[in-house]
């Protein structure tokens, strides 16, 4: 499987932003994906994750309830929602994705995209 962010970009304070992850290759559908960023500076953090069918999400606390992780496998696909940003959303955004459902572990994902960069200004 093969992933490719995109969606990243430069907003304000308080704007909602998309981000995608296409995946290619097969077996996306069985596969959990993972959301991922990296501020300068910092280390990696979890963001979101979603289970094979996008039923169920994990968040990490900074982010609850302003960003919502979801999963098409029609479109091999997974989109987070971004809203409310924040300065401190600014950061390159990864998704990643393992088979066998959603966990919140980095070293647990098998496949990662090239990351979206994302910038809020205040």
């Known amino acids: 499987v093969q992933l490719q962010a995109s969606g990243g970009g430069v907003v304000r304070a308080g704007d909602s932003l998309r981000l995608s992850c296409a995946a290619s290759?097969?077996?996306?559908?069985?596969?959990?994906v993972g959301w991922f960023r990296q501020a300068p500076g910092k280390e990696r953090e979890f963001v979101a994750s979603?289970?094979?069918?996008?039923?169920?999400?994990n968040y990490a606390d900074s982010v609850k309830g302003r960003f919502t992780i979801s999963k098409d496998n029609t479109k091999n696909t997974a989109f987070p929602q971004m809203n409310s940003l924040k300065p401190e959303d600014t950061a390159l955004y990864y998704c990643?994705?393992?088979?066998?459902?959603?966990?919140?572990?980095?070293?647990?994902?098998?496949?990662w995209g090239q990351g979206t960069l994302v910038t809020v200004s205040s």
């Open positions: 290759g097969r077996g996306f559908s069985n596969y959990g």
């Open positions: 979603t289970n094979l069918i996008g039923t169920t999400a």
């Open positions: 990643a994705s393992r088979p066998l459902g959603r966990t919140n572990q980095a070293n647990s994902y098998i496949y």
